[in-house]
């Protein structure tokens, strides 16, 4: 019998040897990197000592009834030094008056800086942060948008708490807020499946993104850094890529006590909410090679896992059972680690809908990123 005749039986089972390599990385992912964060114990910094004071910066674009909504609770945190600088970038809406009238309100806590629409230069967001960085008097800067809204009054304390131990960042999670329907479960997945990601890979001191939703640093790290130069010809990245570039083992610190969170409104359409991963997108490619690397690794595995599961059940239909094995087991493992996770972030409704959510995910990130990483940005935001 030649070696061609010996090997011929076993071709057929190699989507099972494909399948096997696949769920092997899968369940490294899931039980090395997140398995960090769900066995993390949480912490408080509201108590920590000294409590330095600290200047919050938020940006804002025809924000005027988010200003309205969401800035009090900003401005009447429990913080014994603090300032707020609102950077009111071209506003063409009522924001500017809204925030004079706040002015009157807070006039030892609210800084506003004005930028004036010029019909030769056009800038991003970037410089709309740059600019509340040189107008902040503090060192530690706390970053978070107009459409968001502090989870408690000891907020500051939390994220400004987080500054120990010389960190010059300190990531924060941002949810949003839990709304009816497939979107909005959708929404919160796939950003409490990216808090899970750059959280554990922080505490694996291998930091690699933040959200500007909830973030902060200091003003030295910025001007050492020499702040957004790096990335300035793309709209999007003041959050993710400053960290990207920045960090480094030993001067990031995570905070996620209930205290610290930061809600956001979520997209409500399929369209902006497409628009808005198509801008993430756009930044990821600037990342650094290893973190794009092993990004990449863990989203291209997960669909090919999916893919390698229905190839086996198509191709070797009798043995059915071997596919669907791998599938509960690693389904059975995700549900073990996220239910600890998402018991800390505060979504364990979304653990009924994992199966459904997990699928979904992948390939809608997927598609979305091969239509969008090299695709020119034109919003603000």
């Known amino acids: 019998m030649t070696l061609l005749e010996q090997v011929t039986p076993f071709i057929s ?19 090395f990197v997140y398995g960090k964060l769900a066995g993390y114990r949480v912490k408080s910094f509201q108590e920590a000592t000294p409590q330095p004071p600290v200047s919050v910066i938020i940006c804002a674009h025809n924000e005027q009834e988010n200003i309205k909504t969401f800035l009090p609770g900003i401005l009447e945190q429990e913080y014994p030094d603090f300032q707020v600088v609102v950077v009111n970038d071209c506003s063409t809406d009522d924001t500017e008056w809204i925030l004079q009238d706040f002015l009157r309100q807070y006039p030892d806590k609210l800084k506003v800086v004005q930028i004036q629409e010029h019909v030769q230069l056009k800038h991003t967001k970037k410089f709309a942060v740059t600019l509340g960085i040189k107008a902040a008097k ?3 800067l706390v970053f978070t948008d107009a459409d968001c809204q502090p989870n408690s009054k000891l907020w500051l304390a939390e994220m400004a708490g987080a500054f120990t131990e010389d960190k010059e960042i300190v990531l924060g999670y941002s949810p949003y807020f839990r709304h009816r329907g497939f979107l909005n479960r959708l929404i919160r997945f796939e950003t409490t499946h990216t808090a899970m990601s750059y959280l554990a890979y922080a505490l694996k001191k291998n930091a690699y993104m933040g959200v500007g939703r909830n973030l902060a ?3 030295s790290l910025f001007f050492k850094g020499k702040g957004f130069n790096k990335h300035m010809h793309i709209k999007s990245g003041d959050d993710d890529l400053f960290v990207n570039h920045n960090a480094t083992r030993s001067n990031v610190n995570i905070a996620i006590h209930p205290d610290s969170f930061m809600h956001s409104v979520p997209k409500d359409t399929w369209k902006s909410y497409y628009k808005q991963k198509a801008r993430h997108s756009g930044a990821s490619v600037l990342y650094k090679s290893r973190h794009k690397r092993m990004l990449a690794t863990q989203l291209v595995t997960a669909v090919l896992f999916y893919l390698a599961l229905l190839a086996s059940i198509l191709l070797l239909p009798s043995f059915w059972y071997v596919p669907l094995a791998a599938y509960l087991l690693r389904l059975l493992v995700q549900y073990i680690i996220f239910s600890n996770i998402y018991r800390k972030l505060e979504v364990r409704d979304l653990l009924l809908w994992l199966p459904f959510l997990d699928l979904f995910y992948y390939f809608y990130i997927c598609i979305n990123g091969l239509f969008n990483r090299k695709k020119k940005q034109t919003s603000w935001k």
Do not use: A
């Open 217 to 219: 640093y200091t003003k």
């Open 138 to 140: 503090h060192e530690y």
């Open 13 to 31: 089972f190699i989507p099972f040897g494909i399948l096997g390599i696949l769920l092997f990385i899968q369940l490294y992912y899931l039980i």
